[in-house]
Each structure stands twice: as structure tokens, then as C-alpha cells.
């Protein structure tokens, strides 16, 4: 339970960290998540242009 707590404090600082960068070179992406293959994947999803970065 303790290790959920810290991996999802460490996702959120990350994000927030990410979005106050300057560059603004992922504006209107979405952020997802991803555990379906076994290791956890990061998606950004550009929903003008519907493209995905890894």
C-alpha cells in the first residue's frame, strides 16, 4: 500500500513538473497510463492531431 502511495506521488509530481515547462510542445495532450502488457507504459495522446507518444 505504502509503495502505491509513493509510485503515484512520484506520477503526479512528474506531470505536474511536465506541464510548467516552458516549451509548450505537448499543449492539449492528454496523459495516460497504461499496465495491460505487465510493465507500466506512459502515453501522451495529442486529441487534436490523435497521434501518441511513448
Known amino acids: 500500500m ?3 502511495r509513493i509510485l503515484i506521488l512520484l506520477a503526479l509530481t512528474v506531470a505536474t513538473l511536465s506541464s510548467c515547462s516552458q516549451s509548450n ?8 497510463s497504461s499496465n495491460l502488457t ?10 487534436e492531431d490523435s ?4
Open 2 to 4: 505504502r509503495m502505491w
Open 38 to 47: 505487465g510493465d507500466w507504459e506512459v502515453f501522451i495522446v495529442d486529441m
Open 51 to 54: 497521434l501518441a507518444q511513448q
Open 25 to 32: 510542445q505537448h499543449s492539449g495532450g492528454l496523459l495516460v
